[in-house]
């Protein structure tokens, strides 16, 4: 699997942009795909998340009502709307692939794309 992002950028305070990932490869066995990220100096986090298939989606709570998640099926693709964007929005946003493998234990297969960096001015 393979993770293409784009729509990173420069915004002031109260400004909107919008992330999209296009998957490609064995898209078929994705489980969930979903939205990162990591601000200088922390740990990476879960921004967003949605599943295959049912489309469960699941926000971190610092975004919830400013940032949507959605997917188009057909273009194996994601997208990240933020809207009411904050500066500490601010870090390098990567989009995750997983791949779960049933055996005698589900194994789980990350995938990444390269990044792509949204900076939030006040």
């Known amino acids: 699997v393979q993770l293409v992002e784009s729509g990173g950028g420069l915004v002031q305070a109260g400004g909107s942009l919008r992330l999209s990932c296009a998957a490609s490869?064995?898209?078929?066995?994705?489980?969930?795909m979903g939205w990162y990220r990591q601000a200088p100096g922390k740990q990476r986090e879960l921004v967003a998340d949605?599943?295959?298939?049912?489309?469960?989606?699941n926000y971190a709570d610092s975004v919830k009502g400013r940032f949507t998640i959605s997917r188009d099926n057909a273009k194996n693709t994601i997208y990240l709307q933020m809207n009411s964007l904050k500066p500490e929005d601010t870090a390098v946003y990567y989009c995750?692939?997983?791949?779960?493998?049933?055996?005698?234990?589900?194994?789980?297969?990350?995938?990444w794309g390269q990044g792509t960096q949204v900076t939030v001015s006040s």
């Open positions: 490869g064995s898209t078929f066995t994705i489980s969930n």
């Open positions: 995750n692939a997983v791949r779960l493998r049933y055996g005698l234990e589900i194994q789980r297969d990350d995938y």
């Open positions: 949605i599943t295959s298939g049912t489309n469960i989606i």
